[in-house]
């Protein structure tokens, strides 16, 4: 019997959160009659009870695909070797750390068997206890579940216009499915080992391919936040990782010379790191070799101007008015309109 799907799972010292996504899915998996979905594990040596975890959870499933590492290769040849052990026509590519909104599963499979080559899901955002916090879109509010196609480069654009974050050019794992043969058809470039943005990388260069990507507008994946494995080094580090990965990303595989496509680039990076978000992280960064680098990794894309000026405001408001307004019913929209927006 064929295997429609595979749901990848790259991870590294999450035995905790890996398992709730094991009962996450098992447990949907027993609802779904014949749904024969097979579940990939490349862990990347973790230190943790990881390894003994999944081999006792084999004893019972066997549907369960191990493989580990024997030193830390990486997040980026973790991506790939998770693919590269799957059996599915369709690979999910999923953090292991999120989970999967009830009855997800079976809305993949049915989705899948319309044969494009991409889809893409929107996620809920959650704290660090799965606790919603808020609905992000992937595409403009405007554009509901819809087909794309690239044969063109007015329809490329018309997708790199239409979106609201960077999930839309496949920084984000787990709202990913992709067709297993269209992603082994891409040379990869070993470059970006070491980027964060392998799989990206990969996707990306599918859609000069003329493939087929339909976005679905329903929230099937719950993103848990709070735990982003790249910020342990700092929010500057980690915001460096992005401006450095997008910038790369488009340069190689639209070629910099397309000035079309680079002015998309960079207004996909405002919308994910906003002046509001970067002008906050400014005002609360006590290194002024921080600030620097804040400022000199996002100059290209953002008016460094805003930035010093919204810090400032940030830190009146943190110094002076927090405690007013949150005696009021000011304080609550106030925050909102500032840090969710």
């Known amino acids: 019997m064929s295997i429609p799907l595979s749901i990848c799972i790259p991870t590294y010292n ?30 990347n040596a973790s230190t943790d009870n990881t390894q003994q975890m999944v081999l006792q959870y084999q004893k019972t499933y066997t549907n369960i695909n191990y493989f580990r590492w024997n030193k830390n ?7 790939l070797k998770v693919v590269e052990i799957a059996h599915g026509a369709y690979c999910w590519l999923f953090g292991s750390d999120d989970m999967i909104s009830n009855g997800g599963i079976a809305k993949i ?15 809920i955002v959650c704290d660090i206890n799965m606790t919603p916090l808020k609905k992000p879109e992937i595409i403009k509010h405007s554009i509901k579940t819809k087909i794309f196609n690239f044969d063109t480069e007015n329809k490329l654009l018309y997708y790199l216009k239409s979106l609201n974050n960077s999930m839309g050019i496949f920084t984000y794992l787990s709202v990913i499915i992709v067709k297993k043969q269209q992603w082994n058809l891409i040379k990869f470039d070993i470059s970006f ?5 392998a799989h990206s990388y990969i996707l990306l260069s599918m ?32 915001i460096k990782i992005d401006c450095d990965g997008y910038k790369i990303l488009f340069n190689t595989v639209f070629h910099r010379k397309n000035d079309k496509i680079i002015n998309c680039y960079k207004k996909i990076l405002k919308r994910t790191w906003s002046h509001n978000t970067l002008s906050s992280i400014y005002e609360m960064l006590s290194d002024n070799n921080d ?16 930035i010093y000026s919204m810090s ?6 943190r110094k002076f008015l927090k405690k007013f307004l949150q005696k009021t019913n000011i304080h609550q929209k106030l925050v909102e309109l500032l840090f969710y927006k």
């Open 73 to 79: 290769m990486g997040a980026d040849n973790n991506y």
């Open 312 to 317: 400032f405001f940030y830190h009146i408001y």
């Open 291 to 306: 600030r620097k680098l804040l400022i000199s990794i996002t100059k290209e894309t953002h008016n460094s101007l805003l």
């Open 14 to 43: 999450r035995e905790k959160y890996l398992r709730e996504l094991l009962d996450n899915i098992l447990h949907q998996l027993k609802n779904i009659k014949n749904s024969n979905v097979e579940i990939c594990i490349s862990d």
């Open 193 to 197: 080992i070491g980027t964060a943005y």
């Open 109 to 123: 499979l049915s989705e899948i068997k319309e044969n494009h080559d991409i889809y893409l899901v929107n996620n």
């Open 207 to 238: 859609l000069k391919n003329n493939i087929t990507l339909k976005y679905i507008d329903d929230y099937i994946v719950l993103y848990r936040g709070c735990n982003d494995s790249f910020a342990t080094q700092g929010m500057v580090n980690r």
